[in-house]
């Protein structure tokens, strides 16, 4: 018997060499990719943990996110903690008023909605009552319709015109002067901040025009090739769903017999813009009826 022979086992068959080498070289050229998906997956995380609304801040991060406006998002974040702590009654939160009416006065269009919102959980603050005064004059429409819902918490009826002003068409107009490059199409359903027109002005900058309100577009007043001039009607908005029904629920506390005819329409679903949902038709109803009541107590007439 050779020494090969030697070396084979009982059961006849060979043994099976392995060689581990090659596995070796295979997990050290692996391990570099390893750790990168690590890190990307580590990193991804990361980045949605900290722009999570939902991920607690401590009173020290409010005060700083709150003067971030080189991170909106990080305003955004500590409005909404300071909203939920004015909920839960925490009169911790006071600490942070003075950066909120701050905000009322930034350019950023989000924050001055965003506080107008956050300032109806507070009816008993004299500052928030009179910041919403002046944000119900703002040159925003949803700031105006925000500010004029929150001022409804305080019992004041001073936003009545903005949330008449809702349940009616919105007439928007060219801020500079131009010719039409093109335009969405009537009945065409927006969101605030969609493209509406695209204007070329003379010295061939081409502005995009936005919808300020998310809504439906009714009418189109405007063409492409059209040359048009600064604070011409490009087109008229009819609101979305939501804010009518906001609107309509506002208007049961504090509007006046003048409003019955506009709530008619909506009760008869003929008013302009989309047909509108039962749940719209019964509040316009219930809306109505409370307006009514209002007028036989104090003894007046509804106008016809």
């Known amino acids: 018997m050779s020494d090969s022979d030697s070396q084979i086992p009982p059961n006849g068959n060979k043994p099976e060499l392995k060689l581990a080498v090659p596995e070796v070289k295979r997990l050290r050229a692996s391990g570099p990719i390893l750790i990168l998906a690590v890190l990307f997956v580590l990193g991804a995380f990361l980045s949605w943990y ?94 105006r319709r925000n500010a004029a819902l929150a001022l409804l918490r305080f019992g004041d009826a001073t936003g009545r015109d903005q949330l008449r002003a809702t349940l009616q068409p919105y007439a928007f107009t060219s ?5 039409v490059e093109s335009a969405l ?12 027109v695209r204007l070329r002005q003379p010295n061939n900058i081409t502005e995009e025009v936005r919808s300020p309100l998310p809504g439906r577009i009714e ?16 087109l008229t908005l009819t609101s979305d769903e939501e804010s009518v029904w906001e609107a309509l629920r506002g208007l049961s506390l504090v509007g006046e017999g003048d409003d019955l005819p506009v709530l008619e329409l ?12 039962d749940r719209i038709k019964e509040q316009a109803a219930l809306t109505a009826k409370a307006i009514k009541s209002r007028l036989a107590q104090s003894g007046q007439v509804p106008k016809q």
């Open 50 to 143: 900290f722009s999570w609304f939902g991920r607690r801040l401590s009173d020290a991060d409010v005060t700083s996110y709150l003067s971030d406006q080189k991170h909106p998002r990080r305003v955004q974040h500590a409005l909404l903690q300071v909203q939920e702590r004015i909920a839960q009654g925490d009169p911790a939160a006071r600490q942070w008023y003075p950066q909120v009416v701050h905000l009322a006065n930034d350019p950023e269009t989000e924050f001055r909605l965003t506080v107008a919102w956050l300032m109806g959980f507070d009816q008993k603050s004299a500052q928030f009552h009179q910041t919403l005064l002046a944000l119900v004059k703002d040159n925003e429409p949803i700031v």
């Open 266 to 277: 909506y009760e008869r679903d003929s008013a302009p813009g989309p047909q509108r949902s």
């Open 175 to 179: 801020p500079v002067g131009g010719i």
């Open 219 to 234: 009418r189109v007043t405007v063409s492409p090739g059209a040359t048009i001039a600064a604070g011409e009607t490009l």
């Open 185 to 196: 199409k009537e009945q065409s359903q927006v969101a605030r901040g969609s493209l509406l």
